[in-house]
């Protein structure tokens, strides 16, 4: 399995812990095999069997940490190419995130105990849980916080605005005046915008905060961004 700030097996055996601890069932949980299908672009992790209530029931299995709706389609795609139904086990999947796969009929379990089982007659839906808060965990910084995804992302779009006057920069971004001297601050602190003095700030390191930005804004800024959804 790929290794990174949570590993693939760490996720693994947290969503299982949870799903026993949030699903009050009798269920067996097993790994069958590791990457145990693959195309040229099709490799799922595991091969699980599951029985819950005597049902059993054999699943390919997608380990993430995040699911975005990028990544959700490709899942979509994955699904229809697997033998057995495709479980997506992720580190936290968000109220709004959960809505969507289950209306894609995309099955899940994470960390936080957020659960979407639906083999007939079994169905399982839990959303909601938030992920454990883990201690030493740094918090998340205002900067990636919503209103400072907004500046950040006004930013990288138009370039030269960190040199415009703070109530520019908060007229452009649409965020409260007294919040830029703050995001301006850890934005320098964290090395994204660099102090030359008498010539101003310079926003560098562009492509290292974009992806924090698209790793943040799933959780923090997206489901402030959700007006309703209409059926005409």
Not at 56 to 72: D, G, P, R, S
Not at 75 to 87: Q, T, Y
Not at 150 to 179: D, H, Q, W
Request: aromatic share 8%; glycine share 6%; with cysteine.
């Amino acid at each position: 399995m790929v290794r990174n700030g949570n590993t693939q097996e760490e996720i693994f055996h947290l969503a299982i812990e949870a799903f026993r601890k949030n699903v009050p069932l009798d269920a067996q949980i097993e790994t069958l095999a590791r990457q145990p299908y693959h195309t040229v672009d099709l490799r799922p992790d595991l091969l699980l069997r599951m029985v819950i209530q005597d049902k059993e029931l054999h699943y390919y299995a997608e380990i993430k940490t995040t699911v975005t709706k990028a990544n959700k389609l490709l899942l979509l795609m994955d699904k229809e190419r697997l033998p057995h139904p495709l479980l997506v086990i992720a580190k936290y999947i968000n109220p709004q995130i959960a809505e969507q796969l289950v209306h894609d009929g995309v099955e899940f379990i994470d960390t936080a105990g957020n659960v979407f089982i639906n083999q007939p007659p079994l169905y399982i839906f839990v959303k909601g849980n938030r992920p454990p808060e883990i201690p030493g965990q740094t918090p998340v910084k205002r900067a990636f916080k919503p209103t400072g995804l907004k500046m950040i992302y006004t930013f990288l779009c138009n370039p030269g605005l960190e040199n415009k006057t703070f109530r520019e920069i908060a007229a452009t971004s649409g965020v409260a005046l007294g919040t830029v001297n703050w995001i301006v601050k850890e934005l320098k602190e964290l090395g994204f915008l660099l102090d030359m003095g008498k010539r101003g700030y310079k926003l560098i390191q562009k492509d290292v905060l974009l992806q924090r930005w698209l790793t943040a804004y799933p959780e923090q800024l997206k489901p402030k961004q959700m007006l309703g959804r209409y059926k005409g």
